[in-house]
C-alpha cells in the first residue's frame, strides 16, 4: 500500500467516502460470552457483519476496504478455535466468493501463506484470480499477517539485492521500502476503525497507518453494520487531515 492516488473505479460517489477503509473486527469472543454462546458462534456472526459491511462500503462510495481476518500472532490462540476460524474462511470462499464475483469486488490477499494448508491457499489463490479484473471495490484481506512480518520482510528482500550488487543502500528510502510491502499498489487506508472499544492497531498496518484517522468504537464486531460505518465516517469527515503540514487559513 502506498500514498498514491485511488484510480477511478465504478460505483457510488459520496464525496464525503474515504476512499480506503481498513478496519480491525474485534469482539467475536466477547459478543458470544455475554450472550453465554460459544466463541464459534461469535466467529459465524461476525462473518454476516462482514458481509453487510462489504455491501456498506459500495453503497457509500469507499473503493478500497481492508479487513484484519487472521493475525500471525492468533497461532497462540487455542487449536480448536483456529480450526473453527480456518473453517469459516473456507465456507466463506466456498459460499460467497461467486457473489462477490458478480458484485464487482476484487478480492486481494497479503499476509504470508507459507505453511498454510494446502486448500486454504489454493481458496486464497481461486479467490484473487478470479476476480483480478473487477473494479466496484477492492476487498483486501489480511490473513495470516502482521505488520512488523511484513515490514522484516520488505527490508529482507531489500538487504539481499544490496548483498548481491543489484541496489546501492544509499538509494534505500521509504518510498523504497513502502513499495516492497505486500500491496503497494493499494493505497494507504484514509481510516481505520477497530471494533470491541480497544485502543490500539496489535500489528495491522503500522507503516501504511502513518497518516490515517483512528476510529475506535465501543460495539463488538458482530454488531457491526451500515450505520456503524456510516457513523466512523462521520467521525472522519469532522477531523482536519494535516499530512505533517498546518491547514491554510481562511481569511477573517
Not at 462510495?61 to 487455542?78: A, D, H, K, M, Q
Not at 464487482?104 to 476476480?131: F, M, P, Q, W, Y
Not at 502513518?210 to 460495539?219: D, W
Request: charged share 30%.
Amino acid at each position: 500500500m502506498s500514498n498514491a492516488a485511488a484510480p477511478a473505479t465504478e460505483g457510488s460517489d459520496r464525496s464525503d467516502a474515504p476512499a480506503h477503509v481498513a478496519i480491525i473486527m474485534d469482539g467475536n469472543g466477547r459478543w458470544a460470552a455475554a450472550r453465554g454462546l460459544p466463541r464459534a458462534e461469535g466467529h459465524r456472526r461476525g462473518v454476516d457483519a462482514l458481509r453487510r459491511v462489504v455491501r456498506a462500503s459500495h453503497e457509500l462510495g469507499i473503493r478500497y476496504l481492508t479487513i484484519f481476518s487472521f493475525s500471525s500472532e492468533n497461532w497462540s490462540r487455542p487449536a480448536s478455535e483456529i480450526g473453527d476460524l480456518f473453517g469459516l474462511l473456507r465456507r466463506f470462499i466456498r459460499n460467497d466468493l461467486a457473489s462477490l464475483h458478480r458484485d464487482g469486488v476484487k478480492v486481494r490477499i497479503i499476509g504470508e501463506r507459507e505453511g498454510l494448508e494446502s486448500d486454504i491457499c489454493a481458496l486464497l489463490n481461486e479467490a484473487e484470480e478470479l476476480t483480478r479484473d473487477n473494479t466496484r471495490l477492492t476487498l483486501v484481506v489480511a490473513f495470516n499477517y502482521g505488520s512488523r512480518q511484513e515490514i522484516a520482510k520488505a527490508a529482507q528482500k531489500l538487504a539481499r539485492e544490496v548483498g548481491e550488487g543489484r541496489r546501492n543502500p544509499d538509494t534505500i528510502d521509504a518510498e523504497t521500502l513502502g513499495a516492497n510491502l505486500d500491496a503497494p499498489d493499494i493505497p494507504d487506508p484514509d481510516l481505520i476503525i477497530r471494533t470491541s472499544g480497544e485502543q490500539r492497531l496489535s500489528n495491522f498496518l503500522m507503516w501504511q497507518a502513518a497518516y490515517s484517522e483512528l476510529v475506535f468504537v465501543p460495539i463488538h464486531w458482530p454488531d457491526f453494520d451500515k450505520a456503524a460505518l456510516e457513523g466512523a465516517i462521520a467521525e472522519f469527515a469532522r477531523r482536519e487531515r494535516r499530512f505533517g503540514g498546518l491547514v491554510a487559513k481562511t481569511a477573517s
